[in-house]
């Protein structure tokens, strides 16, 4: 019981601390953080569908990417029918990827479906094409994307102010972080939950009991793609732009170990993965120069290897309810949340 006690203390300090930060941090250190917080929100996203649902996404940053897009042409008025209001940018850049990996799922998932390796292996063909088709897209600023995004927004018509102090933003964006943690966290606790870590950890089984395994990975890949669409549009006010390179591989790549590295397993352990990398790329782009990518990958096979389920998964894992444990042994041995 000890050990729950600790995920449960060392969760709830690491949200006390990520509120006091501003206390603590100065302008640039904390708008880089905000920043950053977007990435955040990406790796709880790819945790989701690849830790509780066991669905390896070679192509996350599709999502990402789409929800940049949308936020960008509808805050810069490009689509005028939609207005150029943030509120409804963000439910684009929700919406729309939450549907296209829900439509991705049903035509991957029927029948047979795809999983293990031929998953993987087709998302990462699917970003690839992503990237290449968004490069020669001229409506979407093709190879050099569109600059000038604006920031977040808040009020209604004329009186709308334009959100540009970094404590503000900071909270807005850890605002959106808890949410999202809070609401992923809810469903894996829920039965829904239980069905995804079923079809986890055994599809034959669990089909055989009655479960439709292609709906509950649709809708897995539909939340997970919608997670990360969120991402991508708090992403683009913050940076301002967004390009064919926020859709493809690379950035796939990257928040695979991310997650992996913080502890697929785990929400919060991948959220401070991507905080922690993204954080360190810096550091070690100057220690190591244009080796830094071949460090990263090296630390993500080590962690691999010698923490499989990450370098935070066993510290923050918090322990399933116990109407959720069989015999209501409270062991947080299954515990992956």
């Known amino acids: ?23 603590a941090l100065g302008e640039w250190r904390l708008a880089q953080l905000a920043q950053i917080m977007s990435y955040g929100i990406f790796a709880m996203s790819l945790a989701f569908v690849w830790g ?3 669905l390896l996404c070679f192509g996350q940053a599709i999502f990402f990417g789409t929800g940049a897009y949308a936020m960008a042409l509808i805050t810069k008025g490009l689509l005028p029918a939609l207005g150029d209001g943030p509120a ?3 439910l684009a850049a929700t919406v729309l990827p939450g549907l296209g990996a829900l439509l991705a799922g049903m035509l991957m998932f029927r ?5 293990g390796a031929y998953f993987a292996i087709v998302t990462l063909a699917a970003a690839v094409i992503a990237e290449r088709a968004a490069s020669h897209w001229d409506f979407i600023g093709g190879f050099n994307g569109l600059l000038d995004v604006p920031p977040l927004r808040y009020g209604f ?4 102010v334009e959100l540009l102090a970094t404590t503000p933003v900071y909270y807005a964006m ?9 609401l992923l966290l809810w469903l894996e606790r829920s039965p829904v939950g239980t069905a995804l870590r079923a079809v986890r950890d055994n599809e034959q089984r ?3 009991f009655g479960f439709d395994i292609a709906a509950y990975k649709s809708f897995s890949l539909a939340l997970s793609g919608a997670v990360a669409g969120l991402a991508g549009g708090l992403f683009v006010t913050q940076f301002g732009f967004v390009s064919p390179a926020l859709i493809g591989v690379p950035l796939s790549t990257e928040v695979l170990i991310w997650t992996a590295l913080g502890g697929r397993e785990v929400l919060l352990a991948a959220f401070l993965g991507a905080l922690g990398v993204r954080s360190a790329e810096s550091a070690l782009s100057k220690a190591l120069g244009d080796y ?12 691999v290897v010698i923490f499989p389920r990450g370098l935070l998964g066993g510290l923050l894992s918090l322990p399933l309810p116990r109407r959720m444990v069989g015999g209501g042994d409270p062991r947080p041995s299954r515990a992956r949340t």
């Open 88 to 90: 409804m940018g963000l």
């Open 206 to 208: 669990t089909a055989y």
């Open 292 to 303: 830094w990518l071949l460090g990263l990958g090296l630390s993500f096979i080590a962690s």
């Open 52 to 54: 509780q649902t066991g």
């Open 157 to 160: 018509g004329r009186g709308r």
């Open 1 to 23: 019981m000890r050990s729950v006690g600790a995920a449960r203390a060392a969760t709830a300090g690491v949200w006390l601390l990520l509120t006091i930060c501003p206390l």
């Open 174 to 182: 850890l605002g959106a972080a808890g949410a999202v943690y809070g």
């Open 111 to 115: 029948g047979r479906g795809l999983s």
